[in-house]
Structures are given as C-alpha cells and as structure tokens.
C-alpha cells in the first residue's frame, strides 16, 4: 500500500498545486494554456518516444491487446451514447456525452502515471492503446461530422481529420519510435541523453498544467449527466477492462495492467476540444473533466492496490 500512495500522492499533489497556483493568481489561466501546449508538444513526446523505444517495440506488438481494449471502448461509448436519450440530449450532445465516458487522459496522467507505475515496458501497450482510441476518436468525429452536415465534403473533411491525426505530437513521437525500433536504429548519444533530459521534465510540468486547466466553476448544471459520466469513466470502464483481460493468454502482466489503469483515467481534456469545436456540451465537459481528475486521486489508487 504505501508503493501506491508514494506513487499517486506526489503525482495528485502535482495537479493540486497547479489548482492553487490558478486560485491565488500566481498563474493565470492563460498562461496555464501555455504551459499546457509546452507540456503537450515538447515535453510529452520524448517521455512517450523514450518508453517506447526501451521497450522494445519490434519484438512485442499485440493485435489481440488492442482488439480486447476497443472493444471496451466502443461499448462504453455507445451505452453512453444511448443513455443521453433519457436527458433529451440531442444526438450531437450524446456523440460528445459517449466521448466523455470512453476516451480517458493518456497525455498528462496515462503517459507518466502507467511509466512511473510499470517502468518503460509500459511504453508499448500505452502506444497501442493511444494509437487505437484516437483511431476511434478520429473515426466518430468523421461520423458526428456527417450527421450534422448532410452536405460535408468527406474528401476535405478527411483530408482534417488526418491533418489532426499527424499534428498530434503524440502521434508523432508513437509513430517515430515505433519506426526506430523496428530498424533497429541506435540514436546518437548526445540526442539520446537530450531526449532523457526533456523527458524526465514532463511529468512534473504536465500534471502542474493539468491542475491549472481545472475549472471548479463549470460544475452547475446538469450534474446527474456529470456523475453518470464520472460512474461509467472511473468504475465502469476499469472493471469491463479487468474482465476482458481476466482470461487473456498471451498477453503480459504488464500490459493487462496497463490497460486496466488507462480505462481508470478521467476524461481527456481533448473531449472539451471536441465540445467546443462543434459548440455543444462544453461545459458539461469541462466540469466531467475536473471531477473525473479529482475523483480519480481516489479510485486510480485503488485500482493500483488491487494490481501491484
């Protein structure tokens, strides 16, 4: 027990002193949005490239894995998805409402939470994981995309969509590791120690940004909507990843149990950039996203008492 709370108190610590920076106006929120696209964009993808490389991904790719861990994410989705019928969500409201409740946040927390947890042998299947869900994500945002313009033109519609795929600095870094290590490329020292460096900076300066990015006042309306969303993220979602992974073979300890703390997340912050991009659900997305990552200090420890 106290190999978990050394583990999740630093790192919640981390998200509650960027809250507080936020309340006494040492940082404003536009800085925090700052400091949030740094952590995104430079820092995060050598921590997730670096992971990946060290665990050998040539030697360790799994289809069986990400079949098991979608399945569980379309399924939440779409239960979500209908469950908006009994709060008269209108069906692009249900889209962003099903979003909420599958797809949780591997940038700030996943990525340092599960290498922190397990080690760089993490990298792999968190690569894997986050490669498929955007996959999905990007998928469902074509189909909302056609839903709510009968007239969209698919071939620019797609051509954003993998604008957006490419741009991702996750994506990218998951993509060039992936290529090193199939070929077995050595990275010149200088660069690998510089990468080791940037890396080693991102959890801290991630988890602080998270904490900024919290918004305590989006928390008014529609809280049923919000406490179903916080169920189904942070209980429901675990507990379908533990029974599809519970009679897997050939798939690493390692890997179940990455899977099994990625599905406890809270909502990734990139559902509030959905929200907002089709001008629906946004604030009830930014209040799932503070109260999933509040109530996930509690529930993500549990998870990793019951699996470490």
């Not at 507990?239 to 300890?253: A, G, K, R």
Request: aromatic share 12%; glycine share 4%; hydrophobic share 55%.
């Amino acid at each position: 027990m106290l190999d978990v709370l050394n583990l999740t108190i630093p790192m919640f610590s981390l998200i509650g002193i960027g809250f507080l920076l936020k309340k006494i106006n040492f940082i404003t929120e536009e800085n925090g949005k700052i400091l949030s696209k740094f952590a995104f964009y430079i820092l995060l993808p050598p921590l997730m490239f670096s992971s990946i490389i060290a665990g050998n991904a040539s030697n360790s790719l799994n289809l069986n894995f990400v079949v098991r861990y979608e399945i569980v994410t379309i399924f939440i989705f779409f239960i979500t998805f209908l469950l908006g019928s009994l709060f008269n969500l209108r069906v692009m409201e249900k889209g962003i409402f099903g979003l909420n409740a599958a797809y949780p946040n591997y940038g700030y927390i996943g990525v340092p939470l599960c290498i922190l947890a397990f080690g760089s042998e993490a990298g792999v299947p968190l690569a894997l994981i986050l490669l498929a869900d955007t996959f999905v994500l990007l998928s469902t945002l074509i189909l909302y995309s056609i839903v709510q313009n009968k007239h969209t033109n698919l071939h620019l519609l797609g051509r954003e969509i993998l604008t957006r795929f490419f741009y991702n600095p996750l994506m990218l870094s998951v993509i060039f590791a992936f290529f090193f290590s199939f070929l077995k490329i050595d990275i010149y020292t200088p660069i690998d120690t510089t990468i080791t460096l940037i890396a080693s900076s991102a959890t801290a300066v991630a988890l602080i940004a998270l904490g900024i990015s919290l918004n305590i006042k989006s928390i008014s309306e529609k809280k049923t909507v919000i406490l179903l969303i916080t169920a189904i993220k942070l209980i429901l979602h675990p507990i379908l990843i533990f029974f599809i992974f519970f009679y897997s073979e050939n798939i690493d300890p390692i890997w179940v149990k990455t899977a099994i703390v990625c599905a406890s997340l809270p909502v990734a912050a990139n559902v509030f950039v959905l929200a907002s991009y089709y001008k629906t659900f946004s604030n009830e997305s930014a209040a799932a996203i503070t109260i999933t990552t509040v109530c996930s200090s509690i529930t993500v420890t549990i998870v990793l008492l019951q699996i470490l």
